[in-house]
């Protein structure tokens, strides 16, 4: 039987074991599209049956959260934490708090983490959590009473040598100080890295809001840079206007590029002039409203509720930033069409696969998100690193090593695609780079 053959094997065993966990499933195949190349270059990793391994979470938790609202009706959500896996070092990944959240999407999440984690070069596993309670429209107090009941649980399962939670989506500043604060009361001590994405004011880094954005543009800038090319000068179009999506349009501007779209659920915005960003983050990091307001400060500016920016607005570079599978088959059509030739996942698995192979069959350079927007990760390494020397950095120095980071897995990914004859292929690169980082630690502590 070939690889492929036996990949496609424990592919289907994957969903044997996993039924109705769709995101999981597309997270596991894109992995095994890839690292046929490595399981033949090193067959040792196929005797010690590392891929069926590593599809399997070390632990998957899952847990009841009661809190109570602001009129006193008691509600219950559902906690999830997957450490996936430990090789090289503390599951580390973020929470995400969002309805759509279930077993499936955490473990997707989880297992993207682990790749993206092994890229960065540092000593960390990969683990991801959550839970399907929506912070939208809820009060700070309500916010508070969740994240402490649901910390009253999770505590349990983490520790700076242990699972490094951070933030995901609907879980920014806010959430991982009363998080922080309830561990601190429960424990009794104040262990500063056992979450990440903290304030600046006890414990947090400089350039951690700003790192997967800026992360993503980095990325970006790099395999431009390797085609003769360049951001400065091009029409840019990132979805999202979240943390990541905002500091990837901020950083797209100082490079010299034009942001002129961005979005959020309700529909998007189009600012022919380049979004602004002031105005951006006084709506949605300030007020907290909907993208459709920024029209009120900018006049000249369109908001197309429930509109699809990647169908409406032509760009040269696309910078997916909001969610899983927001582009699909028809959206990358019409990209090309729109004369774009990079796309660069600011977000997890944004892109269908039918949209990555439409994107490869027309040229268009194409970074995942595991390699893409690593730079969160690689931006809480460090602060994990200046909490365990109860150190801190400047934004310039802290910006700098993320840059570095960033720098180094592109140069791997990129080396990598070549060493396996795939020139320019970044899925694989990326795929094949992170596999064979986390089997060779597994195949040296032994079966585990």
């Given amino acids: ?32 599209d890839s690292v046929a190349p490595a399981l033949d270059k090193h067959p040792e990793f196929a005797e010690a049956k590392i891929i069926e391994r590593i599809c399997e979470p070390e632990r998957q938790i899952i847990f009841r959260v009661p809190w109570e609202d602001d009129r006193g009706e008691v509600h219950i959500n559902r906690g999830f934490r997957v450490e996936f896996n430990s090789a090289l070092g503390p599951y580390k990944g973020g929470l995400r708090f969002h309805p759509s959240v279930y077993l499936g999407i955490v473990k997707f999440l989880g297992f993207e983490q682990l790749f993206k984690n092994a890229l960065t070069g540092m000593p960390i596993g ?35 040598y242990t699972d490094v939670p951070a933030g995901d989506i609907g879980v920014g500043g806010r959430e991982i100080g009363y998080l922080f604060g309830q561990y601190k009361r429960i424990t009794n001590r104040y262990e500063s890295g056992v979450l990440t994405g903290k304030g600046l004011s006890y414990g947090g880094a400089q350039v951690r809001r700003e790192a997967t954005g800026y992360g993503a543009v980095f990325f970006a800038e790099e395999m431009l840079r390797t085609a003769g090319d360049s951001i400065d000068g091009k029409r840019v179009v990132v979805s999202g206007s979240g943390n990541v999506a905002i500091y990837a349009i901020e950083k797209v501007h100082q490079l010299g590029g034009t942001v002129v779209a961005c979005s959020d659920s309700s529909g998007y915005v189009h600012d022919d002039k380049g979004i602004d960003l002031e105005v951006l983050k006084q709506v949605k990091e300030s007020r907290r409203q909907r993208i459709g307001q920024y029209v009120e400060h900018r006049p000249h ?50 892109t269908t696969p039918e949209a990555v192979r439409l994107f490869a069959e027309a040229g268009v350079r194409f970074a995942p998100g595991k390699a893409a927007n690593a730079g969160g990760v690689a931006a809480s390494a460090l602060e994990m690193q200046q909490n365990a020397s109860r150190d801190s950095w400047t934004f310039e120095y802290s910006e700098q090593r993320l840059q570095a980071v960033m720098r180094e897995i592109h140069a791997r990914c990129h080396a990598t695609a070549e060493e396996y004859g795939m020139p320019g292929n970044y899925v694989a690169g990326a795929n094949i780079d992170g596999f064979r980082r986390v089997a060779e630690a597994m195949l040296a502590q032994g079966l585990i």
Avoid at 323 to 331: P, R, V
């Fill in 1 to 32: 039987m070939s690889t492929r053959d036996k990949l496609e094997t424990i592919f289907h065993a994957v969903m044997q074991r996993n039924p109705g966990e769709l995101e999981f499933h597309q997270a596991v195949r894109e992995v095994l």
């Fill in 126 to 160: 990969g683990g991801k959590g959550g839970s399907d309670f929506d912070p939208k429209g809820r009060s700070d107090r309500e916010v508070m009473r969740f994240c402490q009941s649901f910390m009253t649980e999770l505590y349990r399962h983490i520790g700076e």
């Fill in 301 to 350: 500016a369109t908001f197309a509720p429930g509109g699809n920016l990647w169908r409406n607005v032509p760009c040269a570079v696309a910078i997916p930033s909001a969610t899983q599978n927001e582009i699909d088959a028809g959206d990358a059509a019409a990209l090309i069409a729109g004369g774009c030739t990079t796309v660069v996942e600011g977000a997890n698995m944004p």
